[in-house]
């Protein structure tokens, strides 16, 4: 539809929705259409320029906010009945805006001082239309009330001709005339709080190093550096002389940064696997599966954004499968079980432990696009914890429990690792604290991530509704946090760095071998696949044609 514009239309203030912006903009009406079915296509075009003109100019001039007032799958899911409204602690967030702008700055969202003043301007706004809203309330209870009084006090023939019962009346009708604008208005600035509300990251612990990832403060390194009397190999040397890994010739097949794992590759697989799941379940964990497709409100619940630019979310086709995405960790399918659930207060804190298929986007394509470090498919074993909030302080035991299990777990793998203290830049949204683990890994001469866990305090259950129920019924909201046990393909690769022999094969930490049933992984007896397919510089003669 072509949009003509108002004489005097004036941009709109920094505070109009989009909708509004849109109204400024184009004025539909029916006389309009008929007025502009008569004109010529050079004047329509020209009134579309002027059009296009005026929104470049509110898009550049606002285009950050309409930006961080994306549309919210967390919201829509409230709206539709799932789920009560998250519950954002704007009173800090107003008592205390300069202490929330510092840590938006202090992080690496894409958040910065205006959106924070943004969020409090609007919320201010809205309780300003909801204090209105009660006082006309008030005031409709008390006309009602008179009219019911007038009512019952006079005959239908008498209310007719009473002054007072006339002035009631209208008075009535303009309230709720008032109201009914006031209703929308509300309804508008409701979405558009929670909107950008929603996007506010967690508080940060006051000891989380200030800066990007070369301010981690290292807590502790286990272990030495493996030592070679030869040059080591890297994973993906090592897998393919093994017969382990396969990387090659599967960009046609499955696309970049996927992998096939055969033979003892597959079953070091399920063998870190069940090792990891059976130390946690004998620290009394509850295993869990989980879906791997879930909705959109959950990612977001969690702290992530299926919809964002450069998201590590893979989303199914909308028009199949409407706001269904892949899990890229089972802390998310996880978060889903217990969304819209309380706990009792004696059964805390809840140890849940799941093993499952991980997708991610890895948008990044510059960064290792070779191995297994930085791949779009791996599987993971996750460890999630739900805990109360009575003292203040469960959750960051909780937090160091997780760490202790990680560092057991590696330490029985016979693995060279560090912890760190992960700075600002490096917590997402929902991590009040975060600790990573890395490991040596000798082929690439340096430390990579293996795993990491986060405080998510009260983050996630304020927008996923996880409560407790103390004895006398009350409800509060509970903390969260999570932890990696186990990424698959990383734990492979510091393995097989780590304890590759001289002769090429690999040993087997003995806390793994009864998993694995080995005790040196050997390159297998059969012949590996010849590749002969195209774009080869000496392809093999085809097969001859057959005759009947």
Not at 150 to 178: F, H, P, T
Not at 344 to 353: G, I, Y
Not at 503 to 520: C, D, K
Request: glycine share 6%; with cysteine; proline share 5%.
């Amino acid at each position: 539809m072509a949009c003509a514009i108002t004489e005097g239309a004036k941009l709109p203030s920094s505070c109009y929705t989009i909708r509004q912006l849109m109204a400024v903009i184009c004025r539909g009406g029916k006389g309009e259409r008929q007025r502009r079915r008569k004109r010529k296509m050079s004047k329509t075009c020209i009134n579309m320029r002027r059009c296009h003109s005026l929104l470049k100019i509110c898009v550049s001039v606002y285009g950050q906010r309409f930006l961080h007032g994306a549309r919210s799958s967390l919201y829509d899911h409230v709206l539709k009945g799932y789920s009560f409204k998250p519950e954002i602690d704007m009173r800090a967030v107003c008592e205390e805006t300069d202490k929330v702008i510092a840590n938006v700055e202090n992080r690496k969202g894409d958040l910065r001082a205006d959106d924070v003043r943004e969020i409090v301007c609007v919320w201010q706004q809205l309780q300003r239309v909801r204090t209105e809203i009660s006082q006309f309330e008030s005031q409709k209870r008390q006309i009602s009330d008179t009219v019911k009084t007038l009512v019952k006090s006079n005959d239908k023939n008498e209310l007719a001709n009473l002054q007072e019962y006339g002035q009631a009346l209208q008075e009535g009708r303009k309230i709720r005339m008032r109201l009914g604008q006031l209703y929308a208005k509300e309804t508008e600035l409701d979405r558009e709080h929670y909107n950008r509300a929603l996007r506010l990251p967690n508080t940060t612990h006051p000891d989380v190093p200030v800066g990007d990832e070369s301010k981690a403060r290292l807590v502790e390194l286990v272990g030495h550096k493996p030592e070679f009397d030869f040059k080591p190999k890297n994973h993906v040397e090592l897998g393919e002389e093994l017969g382990l890994i396969r990387q090659r010739n599967l960009s046609h097949i499955s696309g970049h940064r996927t992998y096939y794992l055969r033979g003892a590759g597959a079953r070091l697989q399920t063998a870190l696997q069940n090792f990891a799941l059976d130390r946690l379940c004998q620290r009394g964990f509850i295993p869990m599966v989980v879906p791997d497709m879930l909705k959109g409100a959950v990612f977001e619940g969690c702290g992530m954004e299926p919809n964002a630019h450069q998201s590590q979310v893979y989303s199914l086709n909308p028009t199949q499968f409407p706001d269904l995405s892949l899990a890229g960790t089972g802390e998310v399918g996880v978060a889903g079980f217990f969304m819209d659930h309380a706990v009792t207060l004696k059964d805390l804190p809840v140890r849940t432990v799941c093993s499952s298929t991980c997708y991610r986007a890895e948008t990044d394509t510059g960064r290792e696009t070779w191995g297994l470090y930085r791949v779009h498919h791996f599987n993971k074993v996750e460890m999630f914890g739900v805990t109360a909030n009575e003292t203040g302080e469960e959750s960051f035991q909780l937090l160091e429990e997780f760490v202790s299990f990680q560092k057991e777990l590696f330490s029985d793998l016979e693995l060279h690792y560090r912890v760190l203290d992960m700075p600002t830049q490096e917590l997402g949204p929902p991590a009040h604290r975060k600790y990573d683990i890395e490991a040596w890994m000798p082929g690439r001469n340096s430390y990579g991530e293996i795993t990491s866990g986060s405080n998510c305090t009260d983050y996630q259950s304020r927008r996923l509704n996880i409560l407790y129920e103390r004895e006398d019924g009350s409800l509060h909201y509970a903390h969260t946090v999570n932890a990696t046990a186990c990424a698959v393909p990383r734990t492979i690769i510091a393995l097989l760095e780590t304890h590759q022999t001289k002769e090429g094969t690999v040993r087997v930490p003995r806390a793994l071998q009864p998993y694995l049933g080995l005790e040196m992984i050997e390159k297998p007896t059969y012949s590996a696949l010849k590749y002969i397919g195209p774009n080869q510089q000496n392809p093999p003669p085809r097969p001859a044609p057959t005759t009947r």
